[in-house]
Structures are given as structure tokens and as C-alpha cells.
């Protein structure tokens, strides 16, 4: 497969600060890489220097076959990009943005109107073409930042944090807009909201302090790194009894009650706890109301592998 | 052929700014206001002078300063050229620190686009701004024309000189706009340093030999006098054409040196 992204040792500082170190990572054409990280980790910086706008003070990065510094315009051409907090022109309508846009990224004049309609309708942006971009709401602005990086079809896209500051509706809308590309473009995007790289991503590339700690599927990552596995079990039957009785079960490293007739019970992974466990409930006479194993989310691994690296 | 495009879209989209908040027409208007007093007051002082000199035809002095360039057009070119001192930072402030300020320097230098075309888009977009603020005053010599003879070559020895001086004075504010995310500063620094090269000659009229004389030489105004007297100088010339592209070049390295830092 293609390689579309291609980082080796990529390390900046911003004067004897470092900022990122030592990053490699590879995306290949067609993946969504989901990049993620505390605030301050680098994530901007290292989507910075992917997009052609800083320097890396050492390594190198290839987008498309090109070198993100030397060939600083044929990287350009292969990406669009949508920076932290949106971006746009206050003073310009929708439309004379876009315009700019697609005339800037070399779209030709008998194609450029075309092209606009495209990313307006494919953006949803058809009841605010005539509007200033000042006037438009977040969610709109959202929209219009990512319908300029959609402009002339570009291979790669890159959006840093792209659902930040928007109502709960809208960040459907975005990550909507978002699966929409899948197929015909890369992407890769930042964030610290986990749920979302896990419901958009093929892949999740963790980074802390400049330096990746995980790269992964969110599937292989909350198993791998999950630290066991777990049951969540819904019981009617004496509190404190049903505890001490579930801990009680071999295998099983802690029973926590959750009150409400809810319990958790953790083990170690690869350990299957369920018959057991239901056995033990129904041979006491209890009422088994609920049984599940339950997965760790990308937020549990995430927070272990920080707080990892911290300890 | 691409970046020429480039270059289009971004004079293209600065026009658009200019003209669609109220930087232009709140400019133009004083501009022009100005300009039109200094011509009315200095077009009444003339006749008031003729018709004296008419009356005592014999004072042979006054008679000899009596042509339009010298008593109408001269002065209403030196008060243009302070009226440009104040007024390009204005025009150029925003030019390069708005876009760092509100981010979209982010967008501007991800497009395909080179640094150069970015920097001839902006200069371009201001230089035409300007132009068309200048253009109307080209109505105060079509007017006159119609009563009395001009001289027209060294009328337009003077509005080249306006063009080459504006020029120069917005070259030097784009490259204090590059310097700065803040409006304000860049507008400080861009009127300080145009000061500077304005004054920077008189300090040979307090004797201070060589030095002086190099001092002299790189003063705005020097060079600027030479074109209102209907004089076009080589030496002017390349002295303002130098000028423009030594601070679009300094822009140009500015820049740059934005990819390294931070």
C-alpha cells in the first residue's frame, strides 16, 4: 500500500524548548489516523510541520513521496489543512473565501466555481454562501475550514482538532462530514476527545511530551493496554454478601460494589470470569439481573499510559 | 504560470478587504480632503499673487516665480508626500499582522503558494489602493488646464515621483506588518522608520561632512524633491526602486525565518 505520511525522527524546539522528539510514524493513503494527546504534547507542532508551515529542526517528513521542506510546494499542493481554531477571513463572504481558496490552490478559472459548489454542498454550506464568515456560528465556521482544505480535491487532510468548542449536534455533524471522506482521502486528525478517535479512526497514534507511547487500533489498544479484563454484573441480593462472595471467586483480583445491585469485577486478562460467576450468584439464590464484560475505553488506556510515562 | 495565479488571488482577496470594510473610504476621504484644501488654498494664493504682479508688472522678481508648477503644483506635491507619511501605515498594518493575529497565516502559507507570491499579491493590492486614491487627484490638473497652460511633463514628473515614493513608503510598511501579530505596532514602526527616512537628510545641513552626505543621500525626501521639479534622475529612480525591493526582499527573509522559529 501507499505510504502517504512518512516521519522519521522528527524532533522541534522552539528555541531550547523541545516540542517534539524523535517522532516516526507512518500513514499509509487511505487510512484516518487518529493523533492523539494531552494539551502541550505536540500535536499542533508536529501538524504544523506536516503541513509546510514550520520547519522541523531535525528529521524529515514526506507527504506524498515529498520532502515537507524542500519540496515545500509540492507537499502543499497534496494537503489540505484545517488549524486549531478555525481559521478564516472575517471580511470575506463564504463564497469570495472559497473563491480565494481554489484560485490560491491553482483550481483553474473555468473549474472554479464548480469546485466551490462542490465543497459548499458536500460541506453543507448552501444557506450561508452570501454570509460574511464573521457572521456565521461555530459550527458553520467549522464547516467552512474544512470546506477550503477540501478544495481541489487534495490527497491528504490534515485537521487539528477539528470538533473543539462545538455543541454536542454539531460534533455529529463534523465527524459525519468527516466519515464522508473516507475512501477518497487520508486523514489525519488531532484531538483529546477519545470517544471520537475511537468512533472515526482506523488507527491512533498516542503522543506525551513529544513522544509517541502507543500506535494502534482503538480495539487492540483498550485490550492491549487495558491492564485486564472486566465484568460488570447487576445482582438482587444482600449487598455486602454478594461482594465478598464475587471477590471470593478465584481469579478475580477485586469486586467493587457500585451500588444500586451493581458490581465490577476485575481480573487478569485472558481470564474468563462470566460462568463462574454466574454460578456463584445462582447458587446462592440470587437474581442475576445483568452480566456483561465490559471493555476498557481509549480514555482508561490513554490515561494509563500517561500517567505512566509521568510515574 | 500558477504562481502569476496566486499572486492574482491574493491581490484579488486584499481588494476585496479594503474595499469591503471601511479602511478605504475612510482613508480616501481624508486624502482627499486634504489634497483638495492644500490645491484650493494654494490655487488662491497663486491668483491673488498674479493679480498683484499684473498691477506692478515692473517687479521682474515676482514675475519670473509665476508658473503653476512652482507655486501650485510643487507645494501640493510636498504636502501629499507628508500626507503619505501618515497615511501608509494605515494602509499596509494589517497587510501581514492581521493574518498571524487571526491565524490565518496558518491558511495563507499551507496554500501552494510562494512567499513571493504572497508578498507581490499584498504590495500590489496597496500600491492599486493607493493609485486610485492618487488618480483622483489627477482631476486638480485637468481642471486647471482649462483656464491656464501646464506644463504636463513635469507634471508627471511629479505624480512619477508620487508613484516611486508611495511605493517606497508601502514596501516599508508591509515589511513592519511582517515584523508583528499586532496592528498597532506595526502602524508605530511603520510611521517611525518612513520619519527616519524622511528626516534623515537634515543632518547635513548641521555640517556633518561624509557621514552626512551618505545620510543625505538615502533621505526619501531628497530624492522625492528631484521629481516635484520636474527632474527625472536615474539616480532617483534606482534609489526607489532599490528601496521597494530591499524591504520586500527584508519581508521576504522575515518570512522565512517565521518557518524556523516558532
Redesign the interface.
Known sequence: MQTMIEAQDLTKY??PQLAVSRLDFEVAAGEIVGFLGPNGAGKTTTL?IL?????PSAGTARINGYDCVTDS??V??S?G?V??????????TVT?FLR??A????VSAKAETGEVDRVVGACGLEEVRGKLAAALSKGFRQRLGLA?ALINQPPLLIMDEPTIGLDPSQIVEIRQLIKNLEGDHTVMLSSHILPEVSQLCHRVIIINRGQIVASDTPENLSRQLGHGSRVLLTVAGPDEQVRAALAAVSGVNRALGQGEGKYLVEADSGVELRPQLARVVVERGWQLLELKSQEFTLEEVFINLVTEEES | MMQIRGWLAVVRKELTIYFGTPIFYITGFFFLLLAGYFFYTNVVYYSIISFQAAQQASNPQIAAQLNPLQMVFRPLFAILAIILLFLVPFITMRLLAEEKRSGTAELLFTYPLTDWAVIAGKFGAALLLYLILLAFTVSYPLVLGQIIRLDWGALGAGYLGLVLLGAACLSLGLFASSLTENQIVAGVVAFALLLLFWIIGWVQELGAGDLGRIFQSLSLMEHFENFTKGVIDTRDLVYCLSFIYFFLFLTKRQLESRRWRA
Not at chain 1, 484560485?103 to 491553482?106: E, L
Open positions: 522552539y528555541g504544523k503541513a509546510g508551515f514550520l520547519a510546494l509540492a502543499r499542493r494537503l489543512y488549524p486549531e481554531n478555525v481559521a478564516i477571513y472575517p471580511d470575506l469570495q480565494f481558496a484560485r490560491a490552490k491553482g477550503q
